[in-house]
T-cell receptor
Framework: NAGVTQTPKFQVLKTGQSMTLQCAQDMNHEYMSWYRQDPGMGLRLIHY???????DQGEVPNGYNVSRSTTEDFPLRLLLAAPSQTSVYFC?????????????FGNGTRLTVT | AQSVTQPDIHITVSEGASLELRCNYSYGATPYLFWYVQSPGQGLQLLLKYFSGDTLVQGIKGFEAEFKRSQSSFNLRKPSVHWSDAAEYFCAVGAGAAGNKLTFGGGTRVLVKP
């Protein structure tokens, strides 16, 4: 049971480039989300999804797009990377709609934009 | 909107000594509260959660936390720390149908002296 898998682990981009951070879970979780982690600020919610075909914005959505075509996958797209997007990105999932369903986190993607 | 404050950025504790990490939250309804731990280069692991009921919550690795509604606090404690407890600890408050939309505090980094 792999849990939540994020790829790549590390990425360096130049300003203006685009890329997709991949997130996959094999636990049949309905709820998936993306956070970014910056020093001293904890984790902030970027986008989330409560099921296939449904996405919504979190606290810091600007500059990021998401889609949820399957239950398993929830990719995060940066269309025009900016240095302010240098961060560590975490994907998380849970069963949803249950008080016994905490978030399971992936191991993160460290992104540097130069 | 909810918010979480962790007043202590760094705490240094001797191995075998007790540990208490402070967490204060702001939320308009009954909160879902969580403590996560993050080891270097890793994702977040759930230590414990409070949804309702007994205000003293037991978690993994010998940690416990107490929910005090009157003080809007959810402090984390461990009676005797081990060197392996050195990590960063995050308090979070959850919104949404199952508390899955988490708002995190800025984190407290714990250093353990031998």
């Amino acid at each position: 049971n792999a849990g939540v898998t994020q790829t790549p682990k590390f990425q360096v981009l130049k300003t203006g480039q685009s890329m997709t951070l991949q997130c996959a879970q094999d636990m049949n979780h309905e709820y998936m989300s993306w956070y970014r982690q910056d020093p001293g600020m904890g984790l902030r919610l970027i986008h989330y999804s409560v099921g296939a075909g449904i996405t919504d914005q979190g606290e810091v959505p600007n500059g990021y797009n998401v889609s949820r075509s399957t239950t398993e996958d929830f990719p995060l797209r940066l269309l025009l990377a900016a240095p302010s997007q240098t961060s560590v990105y975490f994907c998380a999932s849970s069963l949803g709609f249950s008080d016994n369903s905490p978030l399971h986190f992936g191991n993160g993607t460290r992104l540097t934009v130069t | 909107a909810q918010s979480v404050t962790q007043p202590d950025i760094h705490i240094t504790v001797s191995e075998g000594a007790s540990l208490e990490l402070r967490c204060n939250y702001s939320y308009g309804a009954t909160p879902y509260l969580f403590w996560y731990v993050q080891s270097p280069g890793q994702g977040l692991q759930l230590l414990l959660k409070y949804f309702s009921g007994d205000t003293l919550v037991q978690g993994i690795k010998g940690f416990e936390a107490e929910f005090k509604r009157s003080q809007s606090s959810f402090n984390l404690r461990k009676p005797s720390v081990h060197w392996s407890d050195a990590a960063e600890y995050f308090c979070a408050v959850g919104a949404g149908a199952a508390g899955n939309k988490l708002t995190f505090g800025g984190g407290t980094r714990v250093l353990v002296k031998p």
